[in-house]
C-alpha cells in the first residue's frame, strides 16, 4: 500500500504509482489524502491539466490497481470529483448519530466474544463522542481493564476513561450539579494540573449551567426525555443525567448561575481576576449554591 498527501504530492507521482504493478500481491493499492484538491477553491487545486490526466487514467485504470481518494468536505461541484464519481465507487464515511454508537459498542464487544452493559456504553459514548476510531482504542483499554470473562459496567469506564481530560470535566460538571462541594473543590486542580485551560473549563461549565437550565425550563412545560433529545440534539446519556441534575435546581438558580459563570469570564478576560483563582471561586460558589441574587423574572 502507498499513501499520498495532496498537500506534498503531484498527481503526476500519484498516477505514475497507480499504473504500476503489484509485486508481493495481487493487488497494488495506492490512497490519497485529497483534501486540497477536492475542496475547492483552494491554493492546491489540481490545474486544468492534471484534472484531464486523472480523466485519461479513469478511462483506462490498471485493473490490478485500487486507487481511494478520500476527502473530509468535498466540492460536489468540481470537475475533479464528477470524473471520480463516474468512474469509481463512492463511499460515504459520516460519524454515526449520537444516538447509535451505544448499540455499535455493544455489537464490538459482542464480536470480541464480551459484554458491555448499555449504562456502561452510553457512559463511554459520552466521554468519547462519534469518532469510531477512538472509540474501538477505548473499548479496547476497558475490556482488558475488567478482565476476560468480565462484563463491562460503568465503573470499569469510569476507572479507565478517567484518566483523560474529557472525563474529568465531566466528573467535575456532575459534582457542581448535584451540590458535592468537596468533590468539586478536589476534582478541579486535578484537572488544571493535567493542562486543561481554565477558559475551556469555563466554557464546559457555562455550557452545562445553561443546558441544565434548558432542562429544566422545558421539563416544566411537560417535555419528556426524548422530545428533550430531540429538542436539545445533545447525546442521549447527558439528557438522562441532565434531567436528573435539572431537579434538584430551581430555575432561578440555574438562571443564577449562569450569570455568575458570564460574570466570572468577563473578570478573567479583563483582568481583574486571576483564571485559576477565579474559576475556583465560581466552582465553589455553583456547588454551594451561594450565588448572588437576579433581580429580573425568569422565563
Given at each position: 500500500m502507498q499513501v499520498f498527501d495532496s498537500e506534498e504530492d503531484r498527481l503526476q507521482d500519484v498516477l505514475e504509482a497507480a499504473r504500476q504493478l503489484p509485486m508481493f500481491g495481487p493487488r497494488r493499492v495506492v490512497i490519497v489524502q485529497a483534501d486540497a484538491w477536492l475542496r475547492g477553491g483552494g491554493r492546491g487545486a489540481l490545474a486544468e491539466g492534471e484534472v484531464d490526466a486523472l480523466a485519461a487514467y479513469a478511462a483506462d485504470p490498471v485493473p490490478s490497481t485500487t486507487l481511494a481518494f478520500a476527502a473530509s468536505e468535498p466540492d460536489r461541484r468540481l470537475k475533479v470529483l464528477k470524473i471520480l464519481e463516474k468512474a469509481g465507487r463512492v463511499v460515504r464515511c459520516a460519524a454515526p448519530h449520537p444516538r447509535?454508537?451505544?448499540?455499535?459498542l455493544l455489537r464490538r464487544a459482542a464480536d470480541r466474544g464480551r459484554r458491555i452493559t448499555r449504562g456502561a456504553a452510553q457512559l463511554l459514548a459520552a466521554y468519547v463522542g462519534s469518532d469510531l476510531g477512538r472509540l474501538d482504542t477505548e473499548l479496547a483499554k476497558v475490556l482488558d481493564f475488567a478482565?476476560?470473562?468480565?462484563?463491562?459496567?460503568?465503573?470499569h469506564v469510569r476507572a479507565v476513561a478517567s484518566a483523560g481530560a474529557t472525563a474529568r470535566i465531566f466528573d467535575l460538571l456532575d459534582a457542581v450539579a448535584e451540590q458535592r462541594v468537596a468533590d468539586a473543590v478536589r476534582l478541579l486542580p486535578r484537572l488544571?494540573?493535567?493542562?486543561?485551560?481554565p477558559l475551556r473549563v469555563l466554557a464546559a461549565l457555562t455550557r452545562q449551567v445553561r443546558?441544565?437550565?434548558q432542562v429544566r425550563l422545558l421539563l416544566d412545560r411537560g417535555l419528556d426525555p426524548e422530545q428533550l433529545q430531540q429538542r436539545l440534539r445533545v447525546h442521549p446519556y447527558v439528557i438522562r443525567k441532565s434531567v436528573q441534575q435539572a431537579r434538584r435546581w430551581e430555575p432561578r438558580g440555574l438562571a443564577e448561575g449562569l450569570a455568575a459563570c458570564v460574570e466570572t469570564e468577563t473578570d478573567i478576560k479583563t483582568g481583574r481576576i486571576d483564571d485559576e483563582a477565579a474559576l475556583d471561586l465560581l466552582v465553589t460558589r455553583l456547588a454551594a449554591r451561594e450565588l448572588p441574587a437576579l433581580t429580573r423574572p425568569i422565563r
Open positions: 447509535a454508537v451505544p448499540d455499535w478482565g476476560a470473562g468480565k462484563t463491562v459496567d460503568e465503573t488544571l494540573e493535567t493542562g486543561e485551560p443546558t441544565l437550565l
